[in-house]
């Protein structure tokens, strides 16, 4: 257990309306990821942080914005769902140049 | 992503039998990240190979990075129930380890 939490964990909303997913850890480490999960392209990396208030792109950040205020938390917020954000979204956390270690998943449904 | 191909998409086998899912990169990899994910849940760090040539194995998972350092292999010894679920191979191209490109999976059933 690399004391990772996520939530909600599972989430249907309406196309248009804000949704903002939760990843909180317990370890205190430096960096944090957002990805999503969807089939047949495996996890792709959405954005990602090396600090407080320190975040960068990923592959497929458009229509994503984060956020990250304290240490522990990191907030990904899709501000107009749509459709094709319909994914399980994965957080995962590391200490710089380490392993990754992800968190249980959000599965979120946008209709 | 495909900068890094993952084979075969999907993989019955018999309990007992051996089996092996491979990871292709298109450039060379700094290190190469093996993770098990079951379905509905998170994934979970296997292993990780940096130098080439690598072998490293955990309990009958054996993975392996070629010396080119573009290929790596997990080789599964006498399959199990529990081995079933989805395998995903991560790379780090740049060498930092901090930004991962993941494969499409590989998903494993195991028939009793």
């Known amino acids: 257990d690399a004391g990772i939490t996520q939530s909600p964990r599972h989430k249907v909303t309406e196309t248009g309306t804000p949704v903002t997913l939760r990843c909180h850890q317990t370890e205190n480490h430096r960096y944090m990821y957002w990805y999503r999960q969807d089939p047949g392209h495996g996890l792709r990396l959405i954005h990602y942080s090396y600090g407080v208030k320190d975040t960068d792109k990923g592959e497929v950040s458009d229509g994503y914005s984060v956020s990250r205020s304290k240490t522990e938390d990191f907030l990904l917020t899709l501000e107009s769902a749509t459709s094709s954000q319909t994914s399980v979204y994965f957080c995962a956390i590391a200490v710089y140049g380490d392993t990754q270690y992800f968190g249980p998943g959000t599965r979120l449904t946008v209709l | 992503s495909q900068e890094l191909e993952q084979s075969p998409q999907s993989l019955i086998v018999q309990e007992g039998k051996n089996l092996t899912i491979n990871c292709t990169s298109s450039?060379?990899?700094?290190?190469l990240y093996w993770y098990k994910q079951k379905y509905g849940e998170g994934l979970i760090f296997l292993m990780m190979?940096?130098?080439g040539g690598e072998e490293k194995s955990h309990e009958k998972i054996t993975a392996k990075l070629d010396e080119k350092k573009q290929q790596s292999s997990l080789h599964i010894t006498a399959s199990q129930p529990s081995h079933a679920g989805i395998y995903l191979c991560?790379?780090?191209?740049w060498g930092s380890g901090n930004k991962l490109v993941f494969g499409a999976g590989t998903i494993l059933r195991v028939k009793s």
């Open positions: 450039k060379t990899l700094y290190g």
């Open positions: 991560g790379a780090d191209f």
């Open positions: 190979l940096q130098k």
